[in-house]
């Protein structure tokens, strides 16, 4: 019998973290709506599972503050409001800017050489590609890239807690306002796109400027929800 740490335990493990990953993009596409309820006895039939690794990934999404469970029904996918999006925008801000004061202070983990050439490199081109993603209004893209962009970008200054937070703000932010988007048309030249100059402040050490463009952008955002919320 294998212990705690046997094939059978990493399979079950994979399987937790592989259904909670693709019940994040089911609600980020918009196909899980803010609300709606489901089972786990219907998640595992719908993926062919069993309950186990199903409880246990929806338990996981519950406490990233994706889903809420009511232990007599199941699961509902959270809904979010405009001030709840208001003080995810205010907490991205307050960890965004610590890291750019250590950036400042010379405290950050940005140390000069070819790692960090390559690592800002990387950075860089998924902020290309998210850039052409808000550019063309292609929102499942833009998020992808997004998501990939801030997670590493947060992990050049070597704090893992920060960086973790961080993500799962701008998971939580994305989940509040992609049902809002998704009713739109046409997205085009409505979606933030300076991820490029943001990186491109941070390789030259321009702490001012990159608080400058993360300001930008979340006045865009903040603009922008009210928008679509009616405020």
Not at 55 to 68: I, M, T
Not at 91 to 100: E, N, P, Y
Not at 107 to 124: E, H, K, T, Y
Not at 161 to 176: A, G, I, T
């Amino acid at each position: 019998m294998p212990g705690p740490t046997g094939n059978g335990a990493v399979t079950r493990s994979t399987l937790r973290r592989q259904i909670a990953d693709a019940l994040r993009d089911e609600v980020l596409a918009g196909r899980l709506k803010p609300g709606q309820e489901f089972t786990v006895k219907e998640i595992a039939e719908q993926y062919g599972v069993s309950a186990t690794p199903v409880r246990e990934a929806l338990v996981d999404l519950s406490a990233q503050g994706l889903l809420d469970a009511d232990h007599h029904r199941g699961f509902r996918v959270h809904e979010y409001s405009p001030d709840d999006y208001r003080g995810m925008v205010e907490a991205r801000g307050l960890v965004t800017d610590g890291m750019f004061r250590s950036l400042a202070d010379g405290r950050a983990d940005l140390v000069d050489g070819p790692r960090l050439a390559a690592a800002l490199a990387g950075v860089r081109r998924r902020g290309e590609e998210a850039q052409r993603a808000a550019i063309a209004g292609d929102l499942t893209v833009l998020i992808g890239y997004d998501l990939r962009y801030w997670r590493e970008l947060s992990a050049l200054f070597g704090n893992p807690y920060l960086s973790d937070f961080l993500h799962r703000l701008r998971v939580q932010s994305w989940v509040c306002t992609v049902q809002h988007l998704r009713r739109l048309s046409d997205l085009r030249g409505t979606l933030w796109s300076g991820h490029t100059e943001l990186v491109d402040a941070l390789a030259r050490r321009d702490a001012e400027a990159a608080r400058g463009c993360v300001a930008a952008y979340n006045a865009h955002s903040l603009a922008l929800i009210e928008r679509l919320t009616g405020g």
